[in-house]
């Protein structure tokens, strides 16, 4: 069932409720209109003097009959007596009002129990009736029932007229309320076939479906951005693996000459093709990092920065005593929230990228202190004019693009303090004169998960 369908039921529906039930009430308070006065009428003749004349002007379109214990009547009017007139007769006290047929017509009839010994008025004067009695009051109601019939009729015609237009409306209705939302459908249609993110969407009043449209106008663009991030990311991979693979590719060629070599120039075509695979394989790991985006996958739990810091130190003391760098660390306890694996990741690349760019003989010093680490180095330090540059993918000055690497450790950097809400920022460290990692991220106390 479509949408259009769907609303079309509900109105009918929810119409067809409002006149049933209007119908139905309209009947339930004719009929109790109609037979309240005549039971009214009945309650007061009984209470009035009691006549056992059937002609009797004083009950004009009523019958009045006196029934005894014995069941005979006076006078005898053709009522049927039945059990029930019977059991007032015999000392049932109260009255009870009921309908009858008798023949083809309708009666509202009045039984009232009469007490012992009670004085009733006759044609030739007061007369006692020893023992208990009942006495029976009936008008005829055909009339009013007749009426009542009419009534259903005209009610049932009523109510089908109104379903009717109630379907008619709700289709109309249907039509014009769904026709801005068939357009803004149309549109999207449009956009799926021809794949044109940069296409928007008219925004229109404040309501909900405008609402709707500025939304989807956000995700356009979302989808937008990140279509030309992944355009950037594969153009900028593409360029930085054609000069390592066509260096492995000419040293293949001259590798396939090996017998014409001498054993120096081997070992050392040898070595430069090992650098260059391992070159490409952390170029594959870094582009595996930042194919994770803003979010990745796993748990965020409170991390000890400090023992984090602690790791990533003992390990790029390893790579710096091959050019005598020394490495100094300050590190107080502190807590942060985080995932430990991206965690060790960023600070590695801070430490890796300094180990890099600092002399032989130099000195890095790592401080971290409430959720904030710090690397810096005796190296160059980062120009003012190459600071904005610095983060971005494959990005490399020109001071270091004679140097190993790919250009996205810190990338990778920010991408880790964007995901934690943290932030990495660069400066010149007073002391060393070199460049200035600061990575800080939030603290935490309780265990969250994504």
Known sequence: MTFRSRVITA???????????????????????????????????????????????????????????????????GVPIDALIKSYAKGKSGHLLRTIQIGNQSYRELIVGLPKDSVVSGTSGLYEVSGTSAQLFVVNVTGQENELRSLVRTLLIVAASGLLLALALGWLLARAALRPLEEVTNEIETITETNDMRHRIQEGDADELGRLRRVFNRLLSSVESSQTLQRQLVLDASHELRTPLTSLRTNAQVLSRANELSPEDLTQLTNDMVTQVDELASLVTDLGELA?????????????????????????????????????????????????????????????NAVKFTPRGGRIVVRSSSGSVSVSDSGPGISDEDIPFVFDRFWRSASSRA???????????????????????????PELAGARFTFTLPSGDGDTTD
């Open 403 to 429: 140097l190993p690497g790919s250009g996205l450790g810190l990338s990778i950097v920010a991408q880790v303090a964007a995901e934690f809400q943290g932030t990495v920022t660069v400066d010149r460290d």
């Open 11 to 77: 109105t009918v529906v929810a119409a067809a409720l409002a006149v049933v039930l209007a119908c139905f009430a309209s009947f339930l308070t004719t009929r109790n209109a109609l037979f309240n006065a005549v039971d009214q009428s009945l309650l007061q003749t009984s209470q009035g003097p009691t006549s056992l004349h059937a002609n009797d002007p004083h009950f004009t379109g009523s019958y009045t009959e006196l029934v005894l214990a014995s069941g005979q009547t006076v006078p005898t009017t």
């Open 292 to 352: 994770r985006g803003e979010r990745s996958e796993g748990t965020v739990v409170p991390l000890r920065l400090d023992e984090c810091v602690d790791e990533c130190v003992d390990t790029a003391r390893t790579y710096a005593r091959i050019k005598d760098i020394t490495i100094d660390s300050q590190v107080e306890p502190s807590t942060i929230v985080g995932r430990r694996d991206r965690l060790v990741r960023a600070i590695s690349n801070l430490l890796t």
